[in-house]
């Protein structure tokens, strides 16, 4: 069982809007900044979000992350085909020293 | 362009021992932290060990500790996990990673900005 709780799945339609929440305590999210991964199929995971809210260059601003004490979301609007994935949010745990993940939530573009 | 790449992974017997490697090109290696993650088969993320720039410090999630080990060679751009006493549960691919760490406002900001291919470690008899 993670540390991090996210939905196992959620989907929407093309070019519809979808978030993704993901639930912590005081110890990880609620004191930490927050990062979301996209892994398509077969790949490496891929850095979409950083510092709760931020995007690496290259990613495109469909792709949108906030936070709000010991939850995060991250927001994909304009869906895509393509951005069928699995996204997994992820930070610092100030009591396990370790870096935590959620369990990963599958996006179904119908 | 930074790149990453993994070795090492294969079929190994549970309480066998392998080493993955990972070497590391188009940045500076010796100025950032290192990290190892792990997926097992089907299953979410899970990240395993992480190591300060000049190897002073580590962390390791609990189920590995006393059980790999890991380390980086600067001069040689590479890191490495040594994997003892393997189990049927460290079955997964092994990614490594390069971590950015700071501190603003008394938040710890902590993530991978790259990633590697991964290495398929099998433990199995």
């Known amino acids: 069982q993670s540390v991090l709780t996210q939905p196992p799945s959620v989907s929407a339609a093309p070019g519809q809007k979808v978030t993704i929440s993901c639930s912590g305590s005081s110890s990880n999210i609620g004191n930490n900044y927050v990062s979301w991964y996209q892994q398509l199929p077969g790949t490496a995971p891929k850095l979409l979000i950083y510092?709760?809210?931020k995007r690496p260059s290259g990613i495109p601003d469909r792709f949108s992350g906030s936070k709000s004490g010991t939850s995060a979301t991250l927001g994909i609007t304009g869906l895509q085909t393509g951005d069928e994935a699995d996204y997994y949010c992820g930070t610092w745990d100030s009591s396990l020293n370790i870096v935590v993940f959620g369990g990963g939530t599958k996006l179904t573009v119908l | 362009e930074v790149q990453l790449v993994e070795s090492g992974g294969g079929l190994v017997q549970p309480g066998g021992s392998l080493r993955l490697s990972c070497a590391a090109s188009g940045f500076t290696f010796s100025s950032y932290w290192m990290t190892w993650v792990r997926q097992a088969p089907g299953k979410g993320l899970e990240w395993v060990a992480n190591?300060?720039?000049?190897?002073?410090?580590?962390y390791y999630v609990d189920s590995v500790k006393g059980r790999f080990t890991i380390s980086r060679d600067n001069d040689k751009n590479s890191l490495s996990l040594q994997m003892n006493s393997l189990r049927a549960e460290d079955t997964a691919v092994y990614y490594c990673?390069?971590?950015?760490?700071?501190?603003?406002?008394?938040?710890?900001?902590?993530?991978?900005?790259?990633w590697g291919q991964g290495t398929l470690v099998t433990v199995s008899s």
């Open positions: 990673a390069r971590e950015l760490w700071g501190k603003y406002s008394d938040f710890w900001s902590g993530y991978s900005d790259y």
């Open positions: 510092d709760n809210n």
């Open positions: 190591i300060r720039h000049d190897g002073g410090t580590k």
